[in-house]
């Protein structure tokens, strides 16, 4: 009998190239140059390109994306005909090129409309386009794009779930903020979404592909029971219609509760996440579907410990049909380690890059197959040397840093109550930048150039230190309060750092999407963590001896040091952040010696890594704060801990932000409509704070009147001596016309509120 189950895959396929393909041809075709080759030509010989791979690899089931250019909720938004009206006219979905225009248009906005909203892929650094959904939805069925390439039977075209897609989603409405769907509103449009996946469906089985896979990660949220049913219900109609069998994928996560679920639908099969998850893996698995089991981690870059996965899978093999897979797409990891030559070679014979993770998957199924080759054995034997060298490697173990750890004590994280510590002497309202200025073209070059050789360190050190000069003198003529450096010597908040720690190392060609043709370079914690040598004190003296204003000490934070990384899996990520903290203490120490009486510490991801599951959140939100007060609590009373940290959804997080006990914390909160202030007022908020005043998202310049009239609304919510004035944001990705535009009027605006308080 033919199962048609298959043996061997990945969970889903990256998409920007090996060489970074797809992020040239969009950025070519965008600035409306014709002569090279289009975004989805070279889409299309990538997809076929990887499949061959993939096939070569012993692959036998080809996950599949279609022609998808920018993000796969993108797509999955223009397959359901749902692309936002202000992008589409009735011609849109009628050919391919225009849809993709339009697809253009959601992601990047146009002159006359802004873009749609694009936030964080769970609990990645990846960002999708929010779906916008208006009250009187209807969906339709356009899968063109999805069906591009598809060539045999064991093509397995991807598409993102329907319960996900909604969960995801925002509703829309003239004169409202967007906001997620009710568990209601939810449940009433996941029938006639079915519907238009029905469509889908059928117009992609009939190339005859034998398998097809809805991703469904939201069920690694919390599924209101009241959606249950929905599910169910969605389910049995997407398998009923259909004689080609539904995989239904789930990852970031432990699936256990989402096999739970699903076994009472007539799904074929169902992918599971056992990185995330724990030991006992998938109890609820009745062995009637294909599992296909995600040993392989999808998101990080360590080489597997087969021998252990092999276990794993041989214990699950007994139980039921099982197919090897990664835990996630691999998008979120770099393609190859080949170009890595500059990586030290035992850190390298660590690591697995896409291609390495293709070639696990391939040699753990010859093995459970019983047709192991000898390389398959050699791979085997080599993993488990590796585990062995990183147990015990001097490169990863300092007995120095550990013992550090083990004798911190809870005092070290708790400063003097606020209320006690004196505060400096300021003007009420005092304004400051949360820290970057400009990256100019002349300074990006400077770095090119110091990269090719071209220009010496000394050289380009001198041009930094007049950077840093004339970006004081600026801040003097605007008459801002608390100066900043202005970071010109940065090219990375957490690469930075990360370049001058020991346990950290870079690479050269490590890129990863981070959304449309952004990519990223995360650099990777290996070992136990510590300062070598001072590393910002000296930008901070530059900068205090050109002024006689204080200037605010600028460091990166121990949670986002990990969140922007690849982190080691070898002890619990709470342990590593403890020693990230530790070395910034030491650096928090050094500039108040150097004479600091500010010292912000960022924290942009604080929210990034909080678990899916609010069961979860409470114990991470422990660590992660505690590890932030261990950074910063070693400071006198009277020198100011300032924190930062961008996302709009801040109501949610007061709490945390109380926790951490900065004497400042600027936020992000203009596109919010400052709703934020009601809930500091609710909350009680009793520490210093600087809602951001001026979005430096958009390249606008508030104009002095609109920046006073959030002032005074901020003034009225929120005690004046506890508010400060600032951007919503570091200003490197903004010119310095409106920088200095924006300011004057900001300046403005607070010498003016600050007038009727003090009167
Ligand atoms: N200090 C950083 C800057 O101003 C903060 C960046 C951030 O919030 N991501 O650029
Ligand atoms: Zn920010």
């Excluded at 050699?378 to 490697?393: K, P």
């Amino acid at each position: 009998m033919t199962t048609y189950n298959f043996r061997a895959t990945v969970a889903s396929p990256p998409r920007i190239g090996p060489n970074r393909e797809l992020k040239h041809a969009l950025e070519s075709h965008w600035a409306g140059n014709t002569s090279g080759p289009t975004p989805w030509a070279v889409a299309r010989e990538l997809n076929a390109a990887y499949a061959e791979q993939l096939r070569a690899a012993g692959l036998d089931s080809v996950p599949w994306l279609g022609i998808s250019l920018y993000d796969q909720m993108l797509d999955m938004t223009a397959a359901l005909g749902v692309l936002p009206a202000r992008f589409t006219t009735p011609d849109t979905y009628a050919s391919v090129e225009q849809l993709l225009a339009a697809c253009f248009a959601t992601a990047r906005g146009t002159a006359e409309h802004p873009a749609a909203a694009m936030t964080k892929w769970f609990d990645t650094n990846y960002h999708y386009i929010v779906p916008e959904l208006e009250s009187e939805v209807s969906f339709s069925a356009h899968p063109e794009l999805l069906l591009d390439g598809i060539a045999g039977p064991e093509f397995r075209p991807v598409l993102i779930g329907p319960y996900t897609f909604l969960r995801l989603a925002r509703r829309v409405a003239e004169g409202q903020a967007p906001r997620p769907l009710t568990p209601a509103e939810l449940s009433d449009l996941l029938p006639s979404l079915t519907q238009a996946y029905v469509e889908l469906i059928g117009a992609l089985a009939a190339t005859g592909v034998r398998w097809i896979q809805l991703d469904e990660p939201a069920l690694m949220l919390d599924v209101p029971i009241e959606h249950n049913d929905a599910i169910i219900a969605a389910y049995e109609t997407l398998a009923g219609a259909t004689e080609v069998r539904l995989l239904v994928a789930t990852y970031f996560g432990d699936g256990n509760s989402a096999v739970e679920l699903l076994q009472r639908t007539p799904v074929a099969g169902i992918a599971v996440d056992l990185v995330t998850s724990a030991a006992d893996p998938v109890p609820a698995w009745d062995g009637t579907k294909l599992l296909v089991a995600g040993v392989i981690d999808g998101r990080n870059v360590w080489r597997t410990d087969l021998r252990r996965a092999k276990e794993q899978l041989e214990a699950l093999q007994q139980r039921g049909p099982i197919a090897v897979s990664t835990s996630c797409s691999l998008l979120h990891v770099p393609y190859s380690l080949e170009p890595e030559t500059a990586l030290d070679a035992e850190l390298r014979r660590w690591l697995a890059f896409g291609a390495s993770k293709i070639d696990e998957v391939g040699t753990l199924a010859r093995l459970l197959g019983g047709t192991a080759r000898p390389e398959d054995q050699a791979l085997v034997e080599l993993s488990a040397r590796v585990w062995e060298e990183r147990r015990t490697s001097p490169r990863i173990h300092n007995e120095q840093v550990r013992d550090r750890v083990r004798g911190v004590t809870e005092a070290d994280r708790r400063r003097t109550p606020f209320d006690q510590r004196p505060r400096p002497e300021l003007p009420v309202l005092p304004t400051t930048t949360i820290g970057s200025f400009p990256q100019t073209k002349e300074i990006r070059s400077a770095r090119a150039r110091l990269r090719q050789g071209v220009i010496s360190a000394a050289e380009y050190d001198s041009q930094m230190v007049a950077e840093v000069r004339a970006v004081i003198r600026a801040q003097e003529e605007l008459g801002l309060d608390v100066l900043v450096h202005g970071e010109p010597e940065r090219n990375d908040m957490v690469q930075y750092f990360s370049e001058q720690l020991d346990g950290y190392a870079a690479t050269d060609y490590g890129w990863v999407q981070s959304y449309g043709s952004r990519c990223v370079r995360p650099p990777i914690l290996y070992g136990d963590v510590s300062r070598p040598a001072p590393m910002t004190v000296r930008w901070f003296e530059v900068a205090q001896r050109a002024t006689e204003k204080p200037v605010k000490g600028m460091l990166t934070g121990p949670v986002t040091m990990l969140a922007w990384s690849f982190v080691r899996d070898d002890q619990p990520l709470s342990e590593t952040a403890d020693q990230v903290a530790l070395a910034l203490r030491d650096e928090v120490a050094d500039l108040e010696a150097a004479g600091a009486r500010f010292i912000q510490v960022d924290e942009p991801a604080i929210r990034e890594l909080l678990p899916l599951r609010v069961a979860d959140q409470p114990a991470y939100l422990a660590w992660a704060t505690g590890a932030f007060r261990l950074a910063t609590s070693g400071v006198a009373d009277s020198t100011q801990i300032h924190t930062h940290m961008c996302y709009s959804q801040f109501a949610e997080l007061i709490d945390t932000i109380l926790d951490l006990d900065a004497d400042v914390t600027s936020i992000e909160s203009s596109r919010a409509g400052m709703g934020v202030l009601q809930a500091l007022a609710q909350h009680n908020f009793h520490l210093g704070i600087g809602p951001g005043i001026w979005d430096i998202h958009s390249p606008r310049v508030p104009s002095e009147a609109e920046i006073e009239h959030l002032l005074t609304q901020a003034v009225r919510h929120v005690d004046p001596a506890l508010l400060w004035v600032n951007p919503d944001c570091g200003l490197k990705t903004r010119g310095w016309a409106e920088t200095t535009a924006s300011l004057q009027n900001l300046v403005a605006a607070a010498h003016e509120v600050r007038a009727t308080i003090t009167a």
